[in-house]
């Protein structure tokens, strides 16, 4: 979707916008499942977008989508994004990586993950886990927040985006005035959703976990209790691990 014509857009407005964009993996793990036609996948015009952005002062979130299945050679991405300019690589572009939800269990993945995060930043690179975030406090999701609103095209209203933008799931609309208004309660039923799983009341992590996000939330409202880290305590060891280190890395 981006072109040099977007690109000159905002030039010529002075407006720098922030992007997120994903990958699923590696060249060939990402054309699976994000192609154009059966023959002429995404990859190269997704990397080739990323570096225009990057080199015109607009600030890339490069979201890796990663699961046991598609992690093979994820360093690699680095490699191919040939932006000379390192101090345009430091300001205008963070790797982070995100495991799929769907294909949450319990493992060793992120030791892996790790590896390759590691050499990426050899490369020159920042990059970030958000898997095992030690931060959902401070850095909540967008949705969470009460000032955070997501438009469709149609003037529709969302607040998480990572489910279908199907008009019968919008949470409220735009009205002529420009005014968003909120349907079926959906912005307090959301906003009052979180905190009423039993075991993050009495979890050692809730401080830095914030339970889950509003998403999940309401979907778990009412129903069975339920943990983002399956309960596994190690899990929740990787999470303290994260905080640790990045106070660390803090401390210099
Ligand atoms: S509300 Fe949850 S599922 Fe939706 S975008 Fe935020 S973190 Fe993702
Ligand atoms: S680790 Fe699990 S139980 Fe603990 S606060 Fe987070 S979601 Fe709740």
């Keep these: 979707m981006i072109t040099d014509k977007f ?3 905002f ?9 997120q964009i994903t990958l699923d993996g590696y060249r060939e793990k990402h054309d699976e499942v994000r192609f154009v036609t059966k023959t002429k996948g995404s990859y190269f015009t997704i990397i080739n977008n990323i570096k225009k952005l990057v080199e015109n002062e607009m600030f890339v979130r490069l979201r890796i ?3 046991d299945e598609n992690l093979t050679n994820i360093y690699k991405i680095a490699d191919d994004l040939p932006i ?3 101090e345009l690589i430091k300001d205008y572009l963070l790797i982070d990586f995100h495991r799929v939800w769907q294909n949450s269990k319990v493992d060793d993945i992120n030791i892996i993950v790790d590896k390759n ?5 050899e490369k020159g690179f920042r990059t970030k886990n958000s898997t095992y975030n030690s931060e959902n406090v401070k850095g909540s999701c967008y949705a969470d927040k009460h000032n955070s609103a997501v438009v469709n095209y149609n003037g529709d209203i969302y607040k998480c985006t990572a489910r279908d933008f199907k008009t019968e799931n919008r949470e409220g609309y ?3 005035n ?4 909120w349907e079926n309660n959906s912005f307090e039923k959301r906003m ?3 905190f009423h799983n039993e075991p993050c009341l009495t979890c050692r992590l809730l401080a830095i976990c914030n339970g889950c996000c509003s998403q999940q939330a309401l979907e778990h409202l009412g129903k069975e209790n339920f943990c983002i880290y399956a309960f596994d305590e190690k899990e929740k060891d990787k999470v303290i691990k994260t905080r640790v280190d990045l106070i660390m890395n803090d401390q210099g």
């Design 65 to 67: 989508n990663y699961t």
């Design 192 to 194: 009052n959703a979180k």
């Design 84 to 86: 000379k300019d390192k």
């Design 7 to 9: 690109i000159d857009h």
């Design 174 to 176: 735009i009205n002529e």
């Design 178 to 181: 420009g005014k968003i208004v």
């Design 117 to 121: 995060i590691e050499r990426i930043k």
């Design 11 to 19: 030039n010529e407005k002075q407006v720098k916008p922030h992007f």
